[in-house]
């Protein structure tokens, strides 16, 4: 016959693991730095931000400096202005592989006309227009300095799309140079 303990408290669990939890839909704010107020200033004047665009950013830097909490408000501007410089980096770097690969090049200028936009480079001056077929401007890089009309995650996923069609091709072209060198 097996004999049970006689306590009646029943057994605690050991807790020396002290595993800190926090409450289910409870999220922690994001942690900021100072180079990250920084970037966003660098990407508001990339972006062609005014004057008080940059001044408010520099104050609300300051007050972070000063131990002031940045507001939700405050956080989703510098987010969706990163974010957006962001795109348009990679829109860009994604637009001069197309015209490297498809464009017609004549002295400094580089073009490409796809079925929906159009592409134009300046590699002198570093500048880029993408325009629709109708003549719309979507984005134009002139001097450093941005404009965007009607930039949509969709164009973006357009020019993804295109991009991922390049490498395809390009395998394709590496395969087959390997098949007659081989």
């Known amino acids: 016959m097996m004999r049970l303990p006689c306590s009646t408290t029943p057994s605690t669990p050991d807790v020396s693991n002290n595993v800190k939890t926090e409450p289910l839909g ?6 900021v730095t100072i180079d ?4 966003w200033y660098n990407a508001a004047d990339k972006l062609g931000k005014s004057k008080n665009y940059k001044k408010r950013i520099v104050e609300v830097a300051n ?4 131990g002031e909490q940045l507001s939700a408000q405050v956080l989703t501007v510098m987010n969706k202005d990163t ?3 962001e795109v348009i980096s990679r829109l860009t770097q994604i637009a001069q592989r197309i015209g490297m690969v498809w ?3 004549n002295e400094n200028r580089t073009q490409f006309e796809g079925k929906i936009y159009d592409l134009a480079f300046n590699t002198q001056q570093r500048d880029l227009t993408i325009s629709q077929k109708n003549g719309e401007v979507i984005l134009n890089l002139q001097s450093g300095r941005v404009q965007t009309n009607n930039l949509t995650p969709q164009i973006l996923q357009t020019f993804e799309d295109v991009n991922t069609q390049i490498d ?4 394709k072209n590496k395969s087959q140079e390997l098949e007659i060198h081989g």
């Open 26 to 31: 409870v999220e922690k704010p994001p942690t």
């Open 36 to 39: 990250d107020l920084r970037n």
């Open 63 to 66: 007050g972070f400096k000063a």
């Open 83 to 85: 974010f957006e410089l």
């Open 103 to 105: 464009g017609k090049s």
């Open 168 to 171: 395809k091709i390009l395998m």
